[in-house]
């Protein structure tokens, strides 16, 4: 059997990517952020809430939609703990993410803040809220003791 010649790597130099996401249809959301809200879209035909929001309706595919205030309580149903971070976010500590059902009905995906992991579980109340970060406005979860 005979040997593969050995393969011949070159190492190109770290590439940055930035994003410059459009965000004017979703202004309000972004908006609302800013101001301390955390809003989901609501079609005007079916009735259909979707967080994150979206212009454009999944269900009926209506393009009219109102924004309804989402935060508040609601309970984990699913979660992980991320160790092993994408590139894009090397520079921040090992961190928890989070699906809950908010009273709503609307299930939101979202990152727990400062959470004790062992207060971490399905089942467990968070209170979801707007978050202002040195990267621009978010949200957040954080546990309800
Ligand atoms: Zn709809």
């Not at 005007?44 to 393009?63: D, E, I, L, R, Y």
């Not at 995906?109 to 970060?133: D, E, F, I, R, Y």
Request: glycine share 6%; aromatic share 10%.
């Amino acid at each position: 059997m005979a040997l593969s010649p050995p393969v011949r790597r070159l190492k190109s130099r770290p590439i940055t990517f930035v994003f410059e996401l459009p965000t004017e249809k979703l202004k309000e959301f972004w908006e609302g952020l800013e101001k301390g809200k955390v809003y989901a879209s609501k079609c005007k035909k079916c009735g259909s809430t979707t967080f994150p929001p979206v212009v454009g309706c999944s269900h009926c595919f209506a393009q009219e939609v109102e924004w309804v205030d989402v935060q508040g309580e609601g309970v984990i149903e699913t979660f992980t703990h991320i160790v092993i971070r994408p590139a894009s976010f090397q520079s921040h500590p090992t961190y928890t993410v989070a699906v809950a059902r908010m009273n709503s009905g609307v299930k939101v995906l979202a990152w727990l803040t400062s959470p004790k992991l062992s207060n971490v579980k399905v089942g467990a109340k968070v209170k979801l809220a707007a978050v202002q970060s040195p990267d621009g406005p978010s949200y957040g979860f954080t546990i309800v003791p």
